[in-house]
Nanobody
Framework: QVQLVESGGGLVQAGGSLRLSCAAS????????MGWYRQAPGKQREPVAS???????IYTNTVKGRFTISRDNARNTVHLQMNDLKPEDTAVYYC??????????????WGQGTQVTVSA
């Protein structure tokens, strides 16, 4: 049974930073792509960033240059460093594990989500 547990969300002022972490258990972490999605109130869940099994990161345009995704295969953990946060980044952030080594394989497992709130 795969479990994804997020941490690191919270309340921050605009321009501030947060670092989200996702600890994965079960399955084989190193051969799967991992990613982060977010869902704001009244909106659909959207992809934020993903990282392939080989460590290649992909970002949605609105976070490029501000967010960095990384993975620690020794600890089965993926991180999302979020800098220069904006009020429009406010959302519940979900960790995702993909079916294969890249995000094109589709999400197989979701975490429970962690709230990020950015005040103006």
């Amino acid at each position: 049974q795969v479990q994804l547990v997020e941490s690191g969300g919270g309340l921050v002022q605009a321009g501030g930073s947060l670092r989200l972490s996702c600890a994965a258990s079960g399955g084989i972490f190193t051969i799967k792509a991992m990613g982060w999605y977010r869902q704001a109130p009244g909106k659909q869940r959207e992809p934020v960033a993903s990282i392939s099994s080989g460590g290649y990161g992909i970002y949605t345009n609105t976070v490029k240059g501000r967010f960095t995704i990384s993975r620690d295969n020794a600890r089965n953990t993926v991180h999302l460093q979020m800098n220069d946060l904006k009020p429009e980044d406010t959302a519940v952030y979900y960790c995702a594990r993909f079916r294969g080594p890249t995000s094109s394989s589709g999400v197989e497992y979701w975490g429970q989500g962690t709230q990020v709130t950015v005040s103006a």
